[in-house]
């Protein structure tokens, strides 16, 4: 009963290092995003993917690149870390008869 | 653009109080609009409409859309502090179903 598992729970970066997030879903939704949450700006979409072997970019993707790696998984990567991107972020799937999303329990990512 | 915007920003109220929360929106092929609600993680799903004028209910939480006015509330009777929370509404338009957020009512319910 896992639902969608994101890893890490919590990074610090240096600026300009590199890191991967990791998010897998086991509930077999084709769909599946990655959001980032800023204090008094709600949640951003940054990536998302439709289906395996698609990706499409969303309100503010500069910075990042995403792969789905199969239907179950959908990492999002950090090539040079900025202060910026510092944030929490979400990754989330969704089937279309289901109620919404289900959402992972986020990874709070500081980049000093 | 998709458009979400909520209102008020905040709101603090005393147990018992009722509250209603605001969200409009401007979305290109609207299929439906959510509830979550957020407390110190991840959101958790409250309600999802896609009919003008029909109300979904749970317990002391009820919302309602209105497609023609383009605007949604979400109301909670009897509000307990367990209620305190960001409640987030999004909208889902276009294709892919991506989710549109606004920034949330942050909802303070004191004893």
Redesign the interface.
């Known amino acids: 009963n896992a639902g969608v598992t994101q890893t890490p729970k919590f990074q610090v970066l240096k600026t300009g290092q590199s890191m991967t997030l990791q998010c897998a879903q086991d509930m077999n939704h084709n ?1 599946m ?1 990655w ?1 980032r949450q800023d204090p ?6 940054i990536y ?1 993917s ?1 289906s395996e072997g698609t990706t ?1 970019k ?1 309100e503010v993707p500069n910075g990042y690149n995403v792969s789905r790696l199969n239907k179950r998984e959908f990492s999002l990567r950090l090539e040079s870390a900025a202060p910026s991107q510092t944030s929490v972020y ?1 990754c989330a799937s ?1 089937e ?1 008869d289901a ?8 990874t709070r990512l500081t980049v000093v | 653009e998709d458009k979400v915007v909520q209102s008020p920003l905040s709101l603090v109220v005393h147990e018992g109080d009722t509250v209603t929360l605001n969200c409009s929106y401007e979305v290109t092929n609207f299929r439906s609009l959510l509830w979550y609600k957020q407390e110190k993680k991840a959101p958790t799903f409250l309600f999802m409409l896609t009919s003008s004028g029909i109300e979904k209910k749970s317990g002391r939480l009820s919302s309602i859309l209105d497609k023609k006015e383009l605007f949604s509330i979400l109301n909670i009777t009897a509000t307990q502090t367990g209620d305190s929370a960001v409640y987030l509404c999004a909208v889902e338009g276009g294709s892919n179903y991506k989710l549109t957020f606004g920034k949330g009512t942050l909802l303070t319910v004191n004893p």
């Not at chain 1, 109620?99 to 986020?106: N, R």
């Open positions: 769909s995003y959001y008094g700006m709600g949640l951003r979409l998302y439709a499409d969303g979400f969704m279309r109620a919404g999303y289900t959402f992972g329990s986020g």
